[in-house]
């Protein structure tokens, strides 16, 4: 009896440093900045300044087809698959656009970069390219991502701005803050781009 209490033991005191490293590593991510200029109870409006991103295009339509692939093609980029053969630190979150005509996944660059600063990608995929100011509303949800997940929160921040009058345009969006690995403290957003003058 005392052996596989002993290797239960074992398995859960690694299982625990292993998340905890992986929790630290995560909060010292440089996150895309952001400030937050309106909260309700279940959403907030944020304004998002300018900033760089690595971003991939994909025929992908769903989350687990968009996710793995285009994961590995940003990666490759920011790990040294580049004209400079230079390592780019890795940022939080990554965004994606899934939507049925033509989907996207994005790396936010470092805010220490500008785009002439960024070596080119050696995958021509790969586009690197400014994104101007923006509000957006944001919801959060915790756990593991899946297709249901962000089309129950993307409906539901879609009703929430409808019943604050509040207008919104274009796609909503995923964002991913956590490593597939982290089992502990996920974070996920659905965010959209809104019109705000500050209600």
Do not use: C
Not at 18 to 42: D, G, P, R, W
Not at 113 to 137: C, R, W
Request: hydrophobic share 40%; proline share 5%; net charge neutral.
């Amino acid at each position: 009896m005392k052996i596989p209490f002993i290797i239960i033991s074992i398995i859960f005191v690694l299982f625990i440093i292993i998340q905890s490293f992986t929790i630290m590593s995560t909060n010292k991510a440089e996150l895309q900045k952001y400030s937050v200029v309106h909260t309700e109870k279940e959403f907030e409006i944020r304004f998002y300044p300018s900033a760089t991103f690595a971003t991939i295009y994909s025929q992908a339509k769903t989350y687990q087809d968009l996710s793995g692939p285009g994961f590995r093609r940003l990666a490759g980029y920011i790990f040294g698959g580049n004209n400079k053969s230079q390592k780019i630190s890795m940022t939080s979150p990554v965004q994606m656009d899934i939507n049925d005509t033509l989907s996207e996944m994005s790396f936010v660059m470092p805010a220490q970069y500008t785009i002439e600063e960024l070596p080119q990608p050696d995958d021509s995929s790969v586009v690197i390219h400014n994104k101007p100011d923006e509000y957006m509303a944001a919801i959060r949800f915790s756990g593991f991502a899946s297709i249901k997940h962000i089309a129950d929160y993307t409906e539901k921040l879609r009703n929430l701005l409808i019943s604050k009058e509040i207008s919104y345009s274009g796609n909503f969006r995923y964002l991913g803050y956590n490593p597939p690995w982290q089992l502990i403290g996920r974070r996920n957003e659905i965010v959209v781009s809104v019109l705000w003058e500050g209600k």
